[in-house]
Every structure is written in C-alpha cells, then in structure tokens.
C-alpha cells in the first residue's frame, strides 16, 4: 500500500471518530456538566438615617461701605472690619476659625441719557467666614460683630464637629433596612438569601432642617437675635447583593 493512501486511510478514520463522539449524548452530557453554572443573586438599596444636636456653626459677616474717593472707601472698610475682628478676639474666636472669603472694590457709574456720564463713587464689600466652636456663643457673635459695625450676614449654617458617630449610626440602620428589603423579595421570589457578594455605600450631605439662612439686615440682629440650632440628620445608602440558595 502506497504511503499516499495510508495518510488518507489514517484521515478517514480519524474523521468517523469525531462525529461519533459529537453524536453520543452522553459526551454531550460530560461536556454540560463541566460549564459553569449561572449565578443570581438579589440586589436592595437600603436607607438609614441619624440625627444630631449641633455642636459648632459658621456664619459669614462682613462690611459694605460707599465713598467718593476710593481710598477713602477703603479706609473705612479697613476700620470696620478690623473692629470686628477685635469684636471676635474678645469672645474667645481663635485667629484660625476667621477666613476671609470676600473682599471686592468696584466704582459705581453715573448714567445719562448718553450713556456713562462719571463716577459717582467707590464701594468695598469684605466678608468674613467665622467658625464659632461654642453653638451657644452664636447670638453673641451676631450681636458683637453689629455693634462693631458689620451691615450684612450671610447665611448661618450648623454642624457636627466629628459626625462619625452620626454616620455609623446610620450606616447600621442602612444595613439592617436593606436585609429587610432583601428577605421580602425572597419571600415573593420563592428562594432563600444567600451570603452577602457586593456592597457599596453612599453617604450624603447633613440635612439641617432649622436654622437662619440668607442675608440679614444687621439691624434686625442687634439685640441678639435668637438662633435655633435644630438637628441634623446623616442619611447613608448602602446597596447590597446577596446570592440566593
């Protein structure tokens, strides 16, 4: 037999082989066994929340003046602020926790019916950011930076000094929420929850439901005006997959 039809014998059988392998169901059975199985799972977003008495505030004062000569604006900005700084010293206001965020010089035009006749004079705005530390000094300060010559208050805002507590708090109630929700959903599904596979967490903002916002005239504060702190609350997300069984 020629070495040609050897190799050709040799290919054929090789060929019958394999088609009879891919025929056999229990080859195909083998080979579905080995694949790996789907996995499912259950997947909740539970919510949680904490609330919380205020320990600290911050609030933004400042000193707009008007003058005809820029200089002379300036000088009087200069004045007034520096009064309320002294104001903050004599209450205990560390040198740190006063942040200037707003300092602003702009001459103010006189129109015509031609349009910009001149100047008329220059205003200075100078704001600064005051952290007060002691939440029950906040009426205080209100009523030390007016009489030292601030005109504007710009938004009072309250907050936890160290929230970590606040937010574990709610993270334990997230946690607890989104096993509730999971077990009802196995429930109506029919199976049984699994272990944990994934978890993510979202912590948000501090809700502050009561307190002063915005501008105020400074002569309504000048008698000491009263301030609610309120409370806050931490909300926390978790989203949480568990396996079924």
């Not at 205990?92 to 100047?119: F, H, M, R, V």
């Not at 300060?141 to 574990?168: C, K, Q, R």
């Not at 301030?227 to 931490?234: A, I, N, T």
Request: hydrophobic letters at 45%; charged letters at 15%; aromatic letters at 4%.
């Amino acid at each position: 037999m020629s070495k040609m039809k050897t190799t050709f014998i040799v290919l054929f059988l090789l060929g019958i082989t394999a088609v009879l392998i891919g025929c056999n169901p229990a080859a195909n059975t083998a080979t579905a066994a080995q694949a790996p199985l789907a996995q499912g799972g259950i997947t909740v977003v539970g919510q949680g929340e904490a609330f919380g008495t205020p320990d600290q505030a911050n609030v933004q004062v400042g000193v707009e003046v008007f003058a005809p000569a820029v200089n002379e604006a300036t000088a009087q900005n200069e004045a007034v602020i520096q009064q309320i700084m002294d104001a903050l010293t004599a209450l205990g206001i560390a040198e740190k926790d006063i942040q200037t965020t707003n300092y602003s010089l702009w001459a103010e035009q006189i129109y015509g019916d031609q349009g910009p006749e001149g100047i008329a004079g220059y205003r200075v705005t100078n704001q600064v950011n005051v952290t007060i530390r002691d939440i029950n000094q906040v009426s205080d300060v209100l009523a030390a930076v007016t009489e030292a010559g601030a005109n504007t208050i710009y938004g009072i805002s309250f907050s936890v000094a160290d929230p970590a507590a606040l937010e574990e708090e709610a993270r334990a109630a997230a946690m607890a929420d989104a096993r509730v929700r999971a077990e009802s959903l196995a429930e109506l599904a029919g199976v049984s929850l699994g272990d944990i596979t994934i978890i993510s967490e979202v912590v948000g903002q501090p809700v502050m439901p009561l307190g002063l916002g915005g501008g105020m005239v400074m002569a309504e504060a000048a008698a000491g005006p009263s301030v609610s702190p309120g409370q806050l609350s931490y909300q926390v997300q978790v989203q949480v997959t568990y396996g079924i069984q």
